[in-house]
C-alpha cells in the first residue's frame, strides 16, 4: 500500500473559536496538510462524512451539538468509527475526559497547556503511526 505524503492528508478542525481555529489551521497547513474547519457539530458532521478526514481534531463545547454528541454519532458510524480524534478544550472535568475516553479519542488536551506547534508534533504522530499499521 503506498503510503500518503502530507499534502495527502486531510485533518478537520471542529472549533468555534475563529481565531484559535485560524491559528491551528494555518499551522497545520505549513506542515503539509489539508485542513477542513468546521465551527460547530452539525458543520463538523456533514464536513467529515463529505472528506473523510484522517484525523479529527474536536473541542467539547460547541454550538449545535457538542463535541461528544459528535463523538458518539462518529463512533456509531462503521465508515467513521476508525478516524482518530483528538480532543483540544478547555473542559479539564473529569467526567467530560471520561466520556472521550470512552468514545476512544486518540488525545485529550487542554486549550491552555497546548501550542499550535505540539498539536502539530501530536497530528504527525498519530498520522504516521495509522499509516504504519496501514501499511503492515
Known sequence: MR???RRNRKVVI???DMMLARMYKERLEQEGYEVLWAPNGIDAMYTVLSHYPDLIILD????QRGGLGVLRILRSLPELRQIPVVVVT???DVDYR????RYGVTGFYKKTEITPGDLVLATNHIISERSAVASE
Open 3 to 5: 503510503r500518503k505524503s
Open 14 to 16: 471542529v472549533e468555534d
Open 60 to 63: 467539547l463545547y460547541l454550538p
Open 90 to 92: 478547555n473542559y479539564d
Open 98 to 101: 471520561s466520556a472521550a475516553e
